[in-house]
């Protein structure tokens, strides 16, 4: 089974600053299924980014990814009020497995 | 648009079973894989197993293997998860999500809809 690691398990910023999380698996994984989620509290996670890179529909483009082979990131330049809440990565390359989430809190 | 809508709220017993719906509506329920994740209180998300409703084949993460039946109706765009032989560490909030080709241009998918979530509380 591919684990996924994401770090911090939580970040504290200001709404403007930059967020870059982190999510590390255990063995290689084609950047194609590598996928990004927001979850906010009481709500069903969102999809945000497919294909390590690719903003779904909807999206705004102050979120990208990039990453390739066992190391992707998720970066927020500008944080806005709304985008306070928990990422999820997973990946598909072999199974499913979920990363374990990092909350971005309100610093 | 596509919707995904969940039976409500559960309480067991230890030892009990559970089944949870998934009623789908706005596509084509037969050709979209339906996939089931849980998520234990203040917890992340875990992948359970999937089922193709087209010819109902299965996938089970190896954790529920033996626990866990994933079927569906098609005459009624229903996904079903039911759960046996419930524990205590069972209790967690269960999502149906649909799995679909997500990239315009190549092979990626995601999940792109997903139920509201039915909390299954196991407690004596």
């Known amino acids: 089974e591919i684990v996924l690691t994401q770090s911090p398990g939580t970040l504290s910023l200001s709404p403007g600053e930059r967020a870059t999380l982190s999510c590390r698996a255990s063995q290689s994984v084609s950047s194609s299924y590598l996928v990004w989620y927001q979850q906010k509290p009481g709500q069903a996670p969102r999809l945000l980014i497919y294909?390590?890179?690719s903003r779904a529909t909807g999206i705004p483009d102050r979120f990208s990814g990039s990453g390739s082979g066992t190391d992707f990131t998720l970066t927020i330049s500008r944080l806005e009020t709304e985008d306070f809440a928990v990422y999820y990565c997973q990946q598909y390359g072999s199974s499913q497995t979920f990363g374990g989430g990092t909350k971005v809190e309100i610093k | 648009q596509v919707h995904l809508v969940q039976s409500g709220a559960e309480v067991k017993k230890p030892g009990a079973s559970v089944k949870v719906s998934c009623k789908t509506s706005?596509?084509?329920?037969?050709?979209?894989?339906m996939h089931w994740v849980r998520q234990a209180p203040g917890q992340g998300l875990e992948w359970m197993g999937s089922i193709y409703p087209n010819n109902g084949v299965t996938k089970y993460a190896q954790k529920f293997q033996g626990r866990v039946a994933m079927t569906r109706d098609t005459s009624i765009s229903t996904a079903y998860m039911e759960l046996r032989g419930l524990k205590s560490d069972d209790t967690a909030v269960y999502f149906c999500a649909r799995w679909a080709q997500v990239g315009p241009t190549i092979k990626v998918f995601a999940f792109d809809v997903w139920g509201q979530g039915t909390m299954v509380t196991v407690s004596s």
């Open positions: 706005g596509y084509t329920f037969g050709g979209y894989y």
């Open positions: 294909g390590s890179s």
